[in-house]
């Protein structure tokens, strides 16, 4: 390989599928949009995929760009692809006005290329619907018609940058910022290379204290802000004897959005809650850096939805919206698949 795949139908003769394999490649035409970060070659390095992954690019020949991608990977061992392989995301970005018709012939490729490969099945899990609608409303009609099935459905958080951070919080919120202040607490970006190896400890302990996972090794967080450091950041909610309260990673995932990751606070700071604090911090950081849109994750437990957690995000001002991921048994009719 490279594999060039001209579309057939409509597309035929103005649109062609470039099946790159290897860990990371780049697209050969440029791109008709700014990928999201977990779709660059950037990250797609860091995401320690197994020995098999293809790359998919459509490619408008006319144009002469890139208009949609999709990197997939398995485990040869297996038989079950999925996107991404190891990030909150990944799944297809498309150019905004790419034809649904397009989008579905490119996806057809795509899995005829897969059957080839001897994969079974494939699992896409793309962005939430807060950061484009209009494409994850086409992205989703075009993958329940082709057969994909829904599940989990997951709900996600955000704020708005656009509004204001403390005119939007439930009062017993604003009485809690305001109880931060009078102790005290402050917000703070933290030099990360310095203090990545203590604010992972931190939150380890954090996290085995509330009995939650920490599916992140210090090595995987290392690697991540050595990799790109020009979209990860460190920040902190410091007590008044200078003590962490509260420690968060965040992403940039695009210049536009800012993706609140791996929060920890100490059950000891509970009475405080630090975490509006550092949602008020985020929110101004992502404002004065021209972003719209604080990504606060989903609220899950094994069991569901995490209650508690939802209904902290609502009180703090947030949006919730739908996070799906798509599933299918390739090689199977679509009604099968339904």
Known sequence: MPLLVPLSGAAAGHYAVRVLAGAAPAPMLPLAYVPWLYLTPAHQTLQQ???EALHFFLEDTRAGQTVAQLPVAWDPAERAA?????APFGAVQTAPDLPADVLRAFLEVVETTLLAHGVGSLTLRPHAFAYE?????????????????IAP???NSYLPLNRDYSTHL?????????KCARHGLRFEQEPPLLLLPLAYEFIHR???EKGQPLNMSLEQLQELFRGLPRHCFLFSVRDAAGEWAAVSVAIQVRADVLYHFLPASPLAYNHLSPMVLMNAGLHAFGRASGMRLLDLGISAVPAGVDQSLLRFKSHIGGVT?????????LGMSDSVNE
């Open 206 to 208: 954090c996290r085995q």
């Open 82 to 86: 999925r996107s991404p392989w190891r």
């Open 49 to 51: 995929q197994p020995g």
């Open 321 to 329: 919206g739908l996070k799906l991921t798509f599933s299918k048994q």
């Open 170 to 178: 439930h009062p017993s919120e604003q009485r809690r910022l305001r």
């Open 133 to 149: 609608p209009a494409a994850s409303a086409r992205l989703t009609a075009v993958l329940t018609g082709l057969g994909y099935h």
């Open 153 to 155: 459905v997951e709900l």
